[in-house]
């Protein structure tokens, strides 16, 4: 599992992340909402070690990301996709999404084609494997950073707005990859302003406020009351 307690983060003298404690188990889908600011991509960078915690602890499956050598050991269980694909340029699809797996993971190249092939497939790109980045759309690209991720064969993984930077057509192609993904038993931890998608395939959700988690109720209850009535800050959010 992901597990984080206490977790203080600071830029200056600006409190991000104010004592987070939170839970993820394997087959848990998990939202993350809260206003623009709250530190919803603060808390996922932390997650991965791409920050440190000022003070408190995080580990996934026990292996403890503020310790430089058991980072990398919690980096291999997860996989992250961010709102900006991240993809080399000067790759192809295919070899954007094989590059990991060959490099870190030493998986015969043959095997490793089959394997970005297979994937391509899952998301409807079986006829992009050989197109390079600025070939493909928003969405399409967003597609094959889900497979980048996914390649590694991550337990956890963490998406941080996926889908923020394209259009409503492509917003919705990339939400169906998540919601199978969700459907298939993919334990996810995922940032999200589709509030109505978060409802839909959440089996949890987290509501951060300034830095402090304010909710974290199973879907159902957070969204039958509002987060909780007794929180307006996210009735104020939900409506
Ligand atoms: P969210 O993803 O919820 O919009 P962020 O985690 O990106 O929020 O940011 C939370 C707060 O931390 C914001 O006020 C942001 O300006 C600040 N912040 C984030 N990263 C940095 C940084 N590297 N240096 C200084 N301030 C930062
Ligand atoms: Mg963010």
């Known amino acids: 599992m992901i597990l984080i307690e206490g977790a203080a983060k600071r830029f ?11 839970r ?32 408190g602890t995080i ?14 050991l919690a980096r291999r269980c997860s996989g992250t996709v961010f709102q900006q694909f991240n993809l080399y340029p000067h790759m192809t699809a295919l070899q954007n999404i094989t590059l990991a797996p060959i490099e870190v993971l030493k998986v015969p190249r043959i095997q490793a084609d089959d394997e970005a092939r297979k994937l391509l497939a899952s998301v409807g790109l079986s006829e992009r ?11 399409q690209r967003q597609r094959v950073g ?13 998406l941080d707005e996926v889908t923020s930077a394209l259009d409503p057509e ?10 199978k993904l969700a459907a298939e038993g993919t334990t996810m ?23 402090r988690l304010l909710a974290d109720l199973p879907a ?20």
Do not use: W
């Open 146 to 158: 889900i497979c980048r991720a996914l390649a590694m064969k991550p337990r956890y993984l963490l």
């Open 12 to 22: 200056g003298s600006h409190a991000v992340l104010d004592g987070i404690n939170l």
């Open 189 to 211: 931890l995922f940032v999200t302003h589709e509030i109505e998608f978060a409802r839909q395939i959440s089996s949890r959700v987290v509501f951060l406020d300034q830095g």
């Open 129 to 139: 494997a050989d197109a390079y980045p600025s070939q493909l759309s928003g969405g």
């Open 170 to 179: 492509m917003t919705a192609e990339v939400l169906a990859i998540l919601a």
């Open 220 to 239: 159902v209850q957070f969204f039958a009351a509002n987060g909780g009535l007794a929180q307006p800050r996210i009735a104020q959010f939900l409506s």
């Open 59 to 72: 580990s996934v499956d026990g292996h403890r990301v503020d310790d430089s050598r058991q980072l990398q």
């Open 24 to 55: 993820v188990e394997p087959g848990e889908v998990v939202s993350i909402l809260g206003a623009s600011g709250s530190g919803k991509s603060t808390l996922i960078r932390c997650i991965n070690g791409l920050e440190k915690l000022d003070a």
